[in-house]
């Protein structure tokens, strides 16, 4: 009997530790959801790595076949083969957040969720590519900011390609986004870490060159040769290597990734008018650039061109730690081309055309002459925004003494922030008590 006993309880004590363990288990395993939003079980005595791997594959099952049979059963493709290109985006930023988008956020609208939903109603890739780009190994070169266009951004996929591709998926563009054309491509083709350099015009009015008086009279002002000289020259100042941590956020002075090497900015042509505005347009040719980085080094131009700062600010934007830049609009910033001039040495060939894209300049050119210098000549003439951005040059500080006093005050709270342990390095300094050393907490029971 008393054996029965004993294998009764073992069994209850080994039925009360399983629970125990099962309710440790579900505490630290938050129950997480399917794409659908859907609740996914949690699976008894699952580890937490292993429930964690478990959401994983059911998710990925779902981006590929709807989490129900294969994309392959339920949605049919063009006819044509199925291979890796690049494709000539022309696009004007002003309606869009930028080129960029992130799946799942479907209430900012960008260039990227426009293009992927006109491919998938062109039939050229499954519906899955909405959700996760991987499936087509879709690469852009140059994430445009906000309202930053675009004459010829190149991206990467591999999708079905009819001959008639671009007519195909313009049908489900708007007008002011455009696939301008597309060329094969070699299987292991990245569009962004191929291109060798890059080109931004700027088309800037020269009453940005002008004095405080000028301003009231946009429309009649007209740059002089001598101040159209003096614009030339800060532009070249740019050519070469230099650190271009105060025209970015983020970066800090001896961060090497913020040293960017520019081939040549020029003023593209003579001076030109457009609804009686008089416009240039700046002309940068470098291998990459950090985000507002260029409209950065055309606010700087346009300070020290309108005397608005000297020298010596110039100088402590590329020596000092933190120094105050005007950031320029992005209203007149648009991407000209990007270049894969090693690409086209290597793969150029009769089957394989370079990505010079020379056939398709016009189609560019006449873009950008319909969608894109409209927008921006009307902003500037009929919205007047580049004078009012203009007025806010008064607010900056180019004497270099309020940046100094901002930086040594980041300085000391980064420096406070460091002698500071963290939450788990205090705790982990803390002596661990085992749970046989902690005294049950007495509580009183209440009289009746």
């Known amino acids: 009997m008393a054996d029965v006993s004993d294998e009764k309880t073992e069994n209850r004590d080994k039925e009360e530790k399983s629970e125990e363990v099962k309710k440790e288990i579900e505490e630290e395993i938050k129950e997480e959801t399917d794409i659908n939003g859907v609740p996914i079980p949690i699976p008894r005595n699952c580890s937490k790595k292993d429930y964690k791997n478990l959401v994983k594959q059911k998710k990925s099952r779902q981006w590929t076949d709807g989490g129900n049979g294969s994309l392959k059963d339920k949605e049919t493709l063009i006819d044509g083969p199925k291979k890796k290109i690049a494709i000539l985006l022309s696009y004007c930023g002003k309606n869009y957040h930028?080129?960029?988008?992130?799946?799942?956020?479907?209430?900012?609208?960008?260039?990227e969720k426009r293009v992927f939903q006109a491919l998938v109603a062109a039939k050229v890739v499954y519906s899955n590519v909405i959700t996760d780009r991987k499936k087509c190994a879709y690469q852009s070169c140059s994430r445009t900011d906000k309202g930053v266009s675009a004459i010829g951004n190149v991206a990467s996929l591999k999708c079905k390609i009819p001959k008639n591709l671009c007519e195909l998926v313009n049908k489900h563009l708007p007008d002011d986004i455009r696939l301008t054309g597309f060329e094969l491509v070699t299987k292991g083709f990245c569009a962004k870490k191929r291109c060798t350099h890059r080109t931004y015009s700027y088309y800037c009015p020269t009453i940005c060159f002008g004095s405080k008086e000028d301003w009231d009279r946009p429309s009649s002002f007209r740059i002089k040769n001598e101040k159209l000289e003096c614009?030339?020259?800060?532009?070249?100042?740019?050519?070469?290597?230099?650190?271009?941590?105060?025209?970015?956020?983020?970066k800090r002075q001896g961060d090497e990734s913020a040293k960017r090497h520019i081939l040549d900015f020029r003023i593209q042509g003579e001076p030109f008018i457009c609804n009686d505005w008089e416009y240039v347009e700046l002309r940068v040719v470098g291998q990459s650039f950090m985000i507002h980085q260029i409209r950065k080094m055309v606010g700087l131009v346009i300070a020290r061109a309108g005397d608005h700062c000297q020298d010596d600010h110039w100088e402590r934007a590329f020596k000092r730690p933190f120094e105050d830049v005007p950031k320029a609009p992005g209203n007149g910033l648009v991407l000209r081309q990007v270049h894969y001039d090693v690409y086209n040495k290597d793969y150029g060939t009769d089957n394989r055309k370079t990505l010079e894209w020379s056939d398709k300049q016009s189609d560019m050119d006449n873009f950008a002459k319909e969608n894109i210098l409209p927008v921006i000549f009307k902003m500037d003439t009929e919205e007047e925004s580049m004078v009012e951005w203009l007025k806010t040059l008064e607010v900056h500080d180019?004497?270099?003494?309020?940046?100094?006093k901002q930086w040594e005050k980041q300085e000391f709270e980064r420096k406070e922030a460091l002698k500071r342990p963290?939450?788990?390095?205090?705790?982990?300094?803390?002596?661990?008590?085992?749970?046989?050393?902690?005294?049950?907490?007495?509580?009183?029971?209440?009289?009746?």
Do not use: C
Request: charged fraction near 30%; hydrophobic fraction near 25%.
């Open 98 to 111: 930028g080129l960029q988008h992130n799946p799942g956020d479907d209430k900012v609208d960008t260039i």
């Open 398 to 404: 180019f004497t270099g003494v309020r940046a100094e």
């Open 422 to 448: 963290s939450k788990e390095e205090a705790d982990s300094h803390l002596p661990k008590i085992a749970k046989s050393e902690v005294e049950p907490v007495q509580t009183s029971t209440p009289k009746n």
């Open 231 to 250: 614009v030339k020259s800060l532009l070249e100042k740019y050519t070469g290597t230099k650190s271009y941590h105060n025209f970015t956020s983020g």
